[in-house]
T-cell receptor
């Protein structure tokens, strides 16, 4: 158990809909990262938050947005969903920015999104 | 930004053989190179890492080597076992800084009994 909690584990929805994925980082971790993993694809970095502030953006679509709340949990909002958005969405956390002194990211179990 | 290339994309070996996965990176400022293992349907987990002040690191059957001059690093697994079957990701980042870990595309390792 990494200590990172993601909900829901599975989500099936229709095109055009909007969903919210939730992530609770490890206790004490200030940095949250969101990654998208499509079939046979690597880990595509979407966005990072550190202590409530957006720190870096990757290949995140305009239809997607995220935020980190004062209690450090984070939510990834996906709207106007398309078939191609079907993927496994991972949240990861670390103590500090860029993985902190140790560099390690701790991943949650992921939220599998299926868009029909 | 950083770019990480990983090869091969698929690696099939017989149980007991060795497996080698290679990665190259582009940003000479990167100083932290972790390897993550992702079993089918599971989350990626760190298995070994190396920092730029070290050329090689071993942990039982796995080892990682780093060539800073050539900007490439490799994962070596000896005496492979079926439970080593998984997708392996390399990454490069600046530990302690604001760099976001950049991952390679992954290598699917299949160990045949």
């Amino acid at each position: 158990d990494s200590g990172v909690t993601q909900t829901p584990k599975h989500l099936i929805t229709a095109t055009g809909q909007r969903v919210t994925l939730r992530c609770s980082p490890r206790s004490g971790d200030l940095s949250v990262y969101w990654y998208q993993q499509s079939l046979d694809q690597g880990l595509q970095f979407l966005i990072q938050y550190y202590n409530g502030e957006e720190r870096a953006k990757g290949n995140i679509l305009e239809r997607f947005s995220a935020q980190q709340f004062p209690d450090l949990h984070s939510e990834l909002n996906l709207s106007s969903l398309e078939l191609g958005d079907s993927a496994l969405y991972f949240c990861a956390s670390s103590v500090a920015e860029g993985g902190g002194a140790s560099g390690e990211l701790f991943f949650g179990e992921g939220s599998r999104l299926t868009v029909l | 930004g950083e770019n990480v290339e990983q090869h091969p994309s698929t690696l099939s070996v017989q149980e007991g053989d060795s497996a080698v996965i290679k990665c190259t990176y582009s940003d000479s400022a990167s100083n932290y190179f972790p390897w993550y293992k992702q079993e089918l349907g599971k989350r990626p987990q760190l298995i070994i890492d190396i920092r730029s002040n070290v050329g090689e690191k071993k942990d039982q059957r796995i080892a990682v080597t780093l060539n800073k001059t050539a900007k490439h690093f490799s994962l070596h697994i000896t005496e492979t076992q079926p439970e080593d079957s998984a997708v392996y990701f390399c990454a490069a980042s600046l530990a302690g800084g604001s760099y976001i870990p950049t991952f390679g595309r992954g290598t699917s390792l299949i160990v045949h009994p």
